[in-house]
């Protein structure tokens, strides 16, 4: 037996080896395909410091945090007991003989014990998960919805059988030596000797055969395993134990912080691209803006790709997958994968060497419907919204929000190729500088009311050496109407608390965001120019903004521009001045009206920067409230469906993301929804508007930005007793803000047209959700298209394949043509109904005891948390109601038609102007909101050219409209593309991300 032990053995591995070296060098020429990859190896200490810090210690893995334990468990196990796997080599030729050295002392022996049945425990226990979480029962609501089953099964097969191989071995080594009579033998196996009395009775022959034949039997399923993954390099299930470590090490973010914030330039040979070098940029330069083949991809995208372990962390929170769209970060990862490994090794090869399979997949559009076969279908990239909970879930560091933009980069500026909607935001950035085409002139429009002058730069103020902030209003703070209102709250705030501030009024143009967030880096640089410009003339250094978004962006993505500017939320800046005592809450009387309030997280100020305490510090202090989290919070919060620059585009696709989280949001049985982001504001808004008019919602339930909330408490100022007792609450409120789990969800079917979805992703699913096949190299014939196939038609035959030329910057400042007067309202409620409290309060220094996240809001405050010495104002008078209240009376009285797009409050009715578009509707207008000024800007009276334009001469929507519109208004929308979308909605419920609480993220 010891021949037949050592002869199998040692060929079974010299194949294994063989082929796993052959292995590692294809995967690494695959790898090496990708295009440069920029900034990945800077700061080395920090990089290697937090690769071990996130491999050995799991931070990311322990997000959920009983299966990170396990998994902790399985992964120590796999390193430490690889030794005794190396232990069966010495074996096979003595099985008296161990590890050289090592092998009896007690420090090896002692964790071989214990990690071998932690290793157990670990396997079991993640085995019974995949099973309690099976497609089978729970449809697409599993996060192993598409997963490559088979291959899970067998690694965790080999592991158990390792696992129990190893003990067997270590039961014979006892018994052995217990024949022989040594001492001190449950010394030397702890946990294993109680099994190895179970051989009791063999002769000493017999046990040494069978350690052969055991030593041989873990060798074999060994190097099975790696035969296995040699022969599978797109297995991520087995290969991410070894890429793993790299793909960490080179994550964007060197401090170990995820790519989340800022997006990165588009690089072209190395280089970021520079508006004003585009004339430098050769013919072949322009097919580089973006992704637009696989290999385009940096290698550190391939090396994504090739990491992801398909543990469906990402899918489970994505909004988009959660409401039955196409879009799986899992599945988009695996088909991008899939197509990389099958493509890139047969790249330049010669054509007459390659198979009929092998042309097809050279010719495939990376983007492209089932029809034109390609990897990814158009409805999957347009339905991400950017929100960043997949970058945020993934255990391995993946990148997708960055892989997503990529390619709509390519999409939008090589292709002309993007959904009918985005032509409107992006003709109002070019022309008017906001994504709405509204009149810069109206940009100050939101002060006129206010009770106090409000400096413009450049009016009022030179610059803002003169002032302590710049107040960032933006686009949606500037013209829609119910972000107006925070606007106005917050410059109340500031103005009450003695802040210094000005506007940049009519200089302000959009931040770029949904241009760049759509694809459109052009414009994006544009308008980030032209803001980085007026920065630097009026000395602009600190900014406060009320938008998530410029928040974002002005803090993550101007610095490339020339600007270090210190930016803060306005939720930091009003949580400091309340701190400081700047800002007093007054206490809740007896007449105070208890409400029950949430917070919603918008995405670019929590996932992309860590923003969570803030807001609710502040919502913590206000009198009366009374503080519910939704389920799904901070770093697990669910979009509203915004980001992306989604808000301008139409969701045809499955159900509405933002009416899913005002569902949510309604659960809590919430009397206010506080958001800290004009965007989520409207969408939610929208949802609680539909979810009324249907009567799934209380009407007097009211979405209200925090800072209108804290307006609305600190007008009266209180008394020192009422300080006390509002400290109080604020302490024990603040004390009460906690998560919760994640609702459940019932069994559910895999459908064709869940099927469907995961196919938009290339990636094949049985009736039990579990992937079939191959790489798309065993394609089937039948469904594939000839190799002569011709790529997406809808996209070829209309949109034209020349790149968008850049040839101008515009100056977006020039608004002397614009004729229309600025929108007025009508009517007004009484918006200012108490006298502003003189800040009065002096507070005490910060206390030693903050937490963390105090520490952290005050690193750049320096001040002190909320406690009870807020001293109270003199100034008392009497409580006011917030404005919203009577938009919530008017909601209540019943006359409001959730069509009815017209302000019940303010009867807003915008002037009529030959020139001037509308706001444009952001969604159905059968679930616009009573508030929302709508009416998308008119196709057949488009915005009103002026000076800049005639300047501009750039990406020009205009230009591609010329020659060939890109996705034109008469061609089919993007979503008829799909023929899974239409009845997408039929699929499985919304919402639920899993059903029990293992598989919840840890809040
Ligand atoms: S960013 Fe959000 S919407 Fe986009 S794929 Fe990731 S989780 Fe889904
Ligand atoms: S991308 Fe990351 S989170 Fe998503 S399945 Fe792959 S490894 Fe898991």
Same mark, same amino acid.
């Given at each position: 037996?010891?021949?037949?032990?050592?002869?199998?053995?040692?060929?079974?591995?010299?194949?294994?080896?063989?082929?796993?070296?052959?292995?590692?060098?294809?995967?690494?020429?695959?790898?090496?395909?990708?295009?440069?990859?920029?900034?990945?190896?800077?700061?080395?200490?920090?990089?290697?410091?937090?690769?071990?810090?996130?491999?050995?210690?799991?931070?990311?893995?322990?997000?959920?945090?009983?299966?990170?334990?396990?998994?902790?468990?399985?992964?120590?196990?796999?390193?430490?007991?690889?030794?005794? =796997?190396l232990?069966?080599?010495?074996?096979?030729?003595?099985?008296?003989?161990?590890?050289?050295?090592?092998?009896?002392?007690?420090?090896?022996?002692?964790?071989?014990?214990?990690?071998?049945?932690?290793?157990?425990?670990?396997?079991?226990?993640?085995?019974?998960?995949r099973?309690?979480?099976?497609?089978?029962?729970?449809?697409?609501?599993?996060?192993?919805?598409?997963?490559?089953?088979?291959?899970?099964?067998?690694?965790?097969?080999?592991?158990?059988?390792?696992?129990?191989?190893?003990?067997?071995?270590?039961?014979?080594?006892?018994?052995?030596?217990?024949?022989h009579g040594?001492?001190?033998?449950?010394?030397?196996?702890?946990?294993?000797?109680?099994l190895?009395?179970l051989w009791?009775?063999?002769?000493?022959?017999?046990?040494?055969?069978?350690?052969?034949?055991?030593?041989?039997?873990?060798?074999?399923?060994?190097?099975?395993?790696?035969?296995?993954?040699a022969?599978?390099?797109?297995?991520?299930?087995?290969?991410?134990?070894?890429?793993?470590?790299?793909?960490?090490?080179?994550?964007?973010?060197?401090?170990?912080?995820?790519?989340?914030?800022?997006?990165?330039?588009?690089?072209?040979?190395?280089?970021?691209?520079?508006l004003?070098?585009?004339?430098?940029?050769?013919?072949?330069?322009?097919?580089?803006?973006?992704v637009?083949?696989?290999?385009?991809?940096?290698?550190?995208?391939?090396?994504?790709?090739?990491?992801?372990?398909?543990?469906?962390?990402?899918?489970?929170?994505?909004?988009?997958?959660?409401?039955?769209?196409?879009?799986s970060?899992?599945?988009?990862?695996?088909?991008?994968?899939?197509?990389?490994?099958?493509?890139?090794?047969?790249?330049?090869?010669?054509?007459?060497?390659?198979?009929?399979?092998?042309?097809?997949?050279?010719? %495939?559009?990376?983007?492209?419907?089932?029809?034109?076969?390609?990897?990814?279908?158009?409805?999957v990239?347009?339905?991400?919204?950017?929100?960043?909970?997949?970058?945020?879930?993934?255990?391995?560091?993946?990148?997708?929000?960055?892989?997503?933009?990529?390619?709509?980069?390519?999409?939008?500026?090589v292709?002309?190729?993007?959904?009918?909607?985005?032509?409107?935001?992006?003709?109002?950035?070019? %022309?008017?500088?906001?994504?709405?085409?509204?009149?810069?002139?109206?940009?100050?429009?939101?002060?006129?009311?206010?009770?106090f002058?409000?400096?413009?730069?450049?009016?009022?103020?030179?610059?803002?050496?003169?002032?302590?902030?710049l107040?960032? &209003?933006?686009?949606?703070?500037?013209?829609?109407?119910?972000?107006?209102k925070?606007?106005?709250?917050?410059?109340?705030l500031?103005?009450?608390?003695?802040?210094?501030?000005?506007?940049?009024?009519?200089?302000?143009?959009?931040?770029?965001?949904?241009?760049?967030?759509?694809?459109?880096?052009?414009?994006?640089?544009?308008?980030?120019?032209?803001?980085?410009?007026?920065?630097?003339?009026?000395?602009?250094?600190? &900014?406060?903004?009320?938008?998530?978004?410029?928040?974002?962006?002005?803090?993550?993505?101007?610095?490339?521009?020339?600007v270090?500017?210190?930016?803060?939320?306005?939720?930091?800046?009003?949580?400091?001045?309340?701190?400081?005592?700047?800002?007093?809450?007054?206490?809740?009387t007896?007449?105070?009206?208890?409400?029950?309030?949430?917070?919603?997280?918008?995405?670019?100020?929590?996932r992309?920067?860590?923003?969570?305490?803030?807001?609710?510090e502040?919502?913590? &202090?206000?009198?009366?409230?009374e503080?519910?989290?939704?389920?799904?919070?901070?770093?697990?919060?669910?979009?509203?469906?915004?980001?992306?620059?989604?808000?301008?585009?139409e969701?045809?696709?499955?159900? %509405?993301?933002? =009416?899913?989280?005002?569902?949510?949001?309604?659960?809590?049985?919430?009397?206010?929804?506080?958001?800290?982001?004009?965007?989520?504001? =409207?969408?939610?808004?929208?949802?609680?508007?539909?979810?009324?008019?249907?009567?799934?919602?209380?009407?007097?339930?009211?979405?209200?930005?925090?800072?209108?909330?804290?307006l609305a408490?600190?007008? %009266?100022?209180?008394?020192?007793?009422?300080?006390?007792a509002?400290?109080?609450?604020?302490?024990?409120?603040?004390?009460?803000?906690?998560?919760?789990?994640?609702?459940?969800?019932?069994?559910?079917?895999?459908?064709?047209?869940?099927?469907?979805?995961?196919?938009?992703?290339?990636?094949?699913?049985?009736?039990?959700?579990?992937?079939?096949?191959?790489?798309?190299?065993?394609?089937?014939?039948?469904?594939?298209?000839?190799?002569?196939?011709?790529?997406?038609?809808?996209?070829?035959?209309?949109?034209?394949?020349?790149?968008?030329?850049?040839?101008?910057?515009s100056?977006?400042?020039?608004?002397?043509?614009?004729?229309?007067?600025?929108?007025?309202?009508?009517?007004?409620?009484?918006?200012?109904?108490?006298?502003?409290?003189?800040?009065?309060?002096?507070?005490?220094?910060?206390?030693?005891?903050?937490?963390?996240?105090?520490?952290?809001?005050?690193?750049?405050a320096?001040?002190g948390?909320?406690?009870?010495?807020?001293?109270?104002?003199?100034?008392?008078?009497t409580?006011?109601?917030?404005?919203?209240?009577?938009s919530?009376?008017?909601?209540?009285?019943?006359?409001?038609?959730?069509?009815?797009?017209?302000?019940?409050?303010?009867?807003?009715?915008?002037?009529?102007?030959?020139?001037?578009?509308?706001?444009?509707?952001?969604?159905?207008p059968?679930?616009?909101?009573?508030?929302?000024?709508?009416?998308?800007?008119?196709?057949?009276?488009?915005?009103?050219?002026?000076?800049?334009?005639?300047?501009a001469?750039?990406?020009?929507?205009?230009?591609?409209?010329?020659?060939?519109?890109?996705?034109?208004?008469?061609?089919?929308?993007?979503?008829?593309?799909?023929?899974?979308?239409?009845?997408?909605?039929?699929?499985?419920?919304?919402?639920?991300?899993?059903?029990?609480?293992?598989?919840?993220?840890?809040?």
């Open positions: 037996m010891r021949v037949v032990a050592i002869v199998v053995s040692l060929a079974i591995t010299a194949v294994a080896v063989a082929l796993a070296v052959k292995a590692v060098k294809d995967m690494v020429a695959v790898i090496r395909k990708g295009q440069p990859a920029i900034g990945r190896t800077d700061n080395k200490g920090a990089r290697w410091a937090n690769m071990f810090k996130e491999t050995l210690g799991h931070t990311r893995m322990l997000q959920w945090t009983w299966i990170g334990v396990m998994h902790w468990f399985v992964f120590a196990g796999f390193i430490f007991l690889s030794s005794m =796997v232990g069966a080599y010495f074996q096979i030729f003595d099985a008296h003989q161990a590890l050289p050295i090592i092998g009896h002392w007690v420090i090896w022996e002692w964790p071989a014990e214990l990690l071998s049945w932690l290793t157990l425990i670990g396997i079991v226990y993640l085995i019974a998960v099973q309690k979480n099976h497609p089978r029962s729970l449809g697409r609501k599993s996060r192993f919805f598409g997963s490559t089953f088979w291959q899970a099964y067998f690694v965790e097969t080999i592991i158990f059988l390792v696992v129990l191989c190893g003990f067997t071995l270590r039961t014979l080594e006892y018994a052995m030596e217990k024949a040594a001492d001190d033998l449950t010394f030397h196996y702890p946990m294993t000797f109680f190895g009395d009791d009775g063999l002769s000493v022959d017999t046990m040494e055969t069978l350690v052969y034949t055991i030593a041989m039997i873990k060798i074999v399923v060994s190097m099975t395993w790696l035969i296995t993954i022969r599978n390099i797109t297995m991520g299930v087995a290969w991410h134990r070894f890429t793993a470590w790299f793909n960490i090490w080179f994550k964007r973010e060197s401090d170990g912080s995820t790519a989340l914030g800022g997006l990165e330039p588009i690089y072209i040979k190395g280089k970021a691209l520079d004003e070098d585009m004339d430098d940029l050769e013919e072949e330069d322009f097919a580089k803006l973006g637009g083949k696989v290999e385009d991809f940096t290698w550190k995208g391939i090396l994504d790709f090739t990491t992801c372990t398909e543990c469906g962390r990402c899918q489970s929170q994505c909004p988009a997958w959660n409401t039955e769209k196409p879009l970060p899992k599945l988009l990862m695996m088909g991008l994968r899939d197509h990389a490994y099958a493509k890139l090794p047969i790249l330049g090869q010669d054509e007459d060497t390659l198979t009929d399979e092998q042309k097809t997949e050279l010719e %495939r559009p990376l983007i492209g419907n089932a029809e034109a076969y390609g990897v990814i279908d158009p409805d990239l347009w339905s991400c919204t950017n929100c960043g909970a997949c970058v945020q879930q993934c255990p391995v560091d993946i990148e997708h929000v960055d892989h997503i933009d990529d390619m709509r980069r390519f999409q939008v500026l292709e002309s190729n993007f959904p009918a909607e985005l032509n409107n935001i992006f003709k109002g950035l070019e %022309r008017k500088g906001n994504p709405w085409g509204m009149d810069p002139k109206g940009r100050m429009d939101w002060a006129k009311k206010l009770d002058e409000v400096k413009q730069v450049g009016v009022d103020v030179e610059d803002l050496d003169e002032v302590e902030w107040f960032w &209003v933006g686009c949606a703070g500037a013209f829609e109407d119910r972000a107006k925070t606007t106005q709250a917050v410059a109340e500031l103005d009450m608390a003695g802040v210094t501030f000005a506007v940049l009024g009519d200089g302000e143009t959009c931040t770029g965001d949904p241009a760049r967030r759509a694809g459109n880096e052009i414009v994006f640089q544009q308008l980030a120019m032209q803001n980085a410009e007026v920065f630097k003339e009026t000395k602009v250094k600190k &900014v406060v903004s009320t938008c998530a978004h410029c928040f974002n962006t002005l803090k993550n993505e101007y610095a490339e521009f020339g270090e500017l210190e930016v803060v939320h306005h939720t930091q800046l009003l949580n400091r001045l309340v701190r400081e005592g700047k800002l007093t809450p007054v206490a809740p007896a007449e105070t009206e208890t409400k029950k309030i949430t917070y919603h997280d918008p995405c670019f100020l929590g992309h920067n860590q923003v969570y305490e803030p807001p609710r502040l919502l913590s &202090v206000i009198p009366g409230a503080f519910t989290e939704m389920p799904r919070n901070s770093e697990k919060s669910f979009c509203c469906g915004a980001g992306g620059a989604r808000m301008w585009m969701e045809t696709l499955g159900s %509405r993301i933002n =009416v899913n989280r005002t569902e949510e949001a309604i659960a809590t049985g919430a009397d206010q929804i506080a958001v800290g982001c004009p965007f989520c504001r =409207v969408m939610l808004s929208d949802g609680l508007t539909l979810k009324q008019s249907e009567g799934a919602a209380r009407e007097e339930v009211e979405v209200l930005d925090v800072a209108q909330m804290l408490g600190v007008k %009266r100022a209180p008394s020192a007793e009422e300080t006390a509002v400290v109080a609450e604020a302490e024990a409120a603040t004390s009460s803000v906690a998560g919760a789990s994640s609702g459940s969800g019932g069994p559910d079917e895999v459908t064709d047209i869940d099927k469907a979805a995961a196919a938009a992703s290339n990636i094949d699913v049985d009736d039990a959700g579990s992937r079939t096949g191959d790489a798309p190299e065993a394609r089937s014939d039948d469904n594939a298209p000839a190799a002569d196939a011709t790529p997406d038609d809808s996209a070829t035959e209309e949109t034209p394949a020349e790149p968008v030329e850049a040839t101008a910057t100056d977006q400042s020039a608004t002397d043509e614009t004729p229309a007067e600025p929108v007025e309202a009508t009517a007004t409620t009484d918006e200012t109904p108490a006298e502003p409290v003189e800040a009065t309060a002096t507070p005490d220094e910060p206390a030693d005891d903050r937490d963390a996240s105090e520490k952290e809001q005050a690193a750049w320096n001040v948390p909320v406690n009870a010495d807020l001293t109270p104002s003199d100034d008392a008078s409580g006011s109601t917030s404005e919203e209240s009577s919530a009376s008017a909601k209540a009285s019943g006359d409001k038609d959730p069509g009815d797009t017209t302000d019940p409050e303010t009867e807003l009715v915008p002037e009529e102007s030959d020139d001037e578009p509308e706001l444009p509707a952001t969604k159905d059968d679930e616009m909101p009573a508030e929302t000024v709508t009416g998308a800007p008119d196709e057949t009276e488009p915005v009103e050219e002026d000076a800049r334009e005639e300047e001469g750039i990406i020009a929507v205009e230009d591609v409209e010329s020659t060939a519109d890109p996705v034109s208004e008469d061609a089919a929308p993007l979503s008829d593309a799909n023929p899974s979308g239409a009845d997408l909605s039929k699929a499985a419920g919304a919402g639920d991300t899993a059903d029990d609480e293992d598989e919840q993220p840890k809040s």
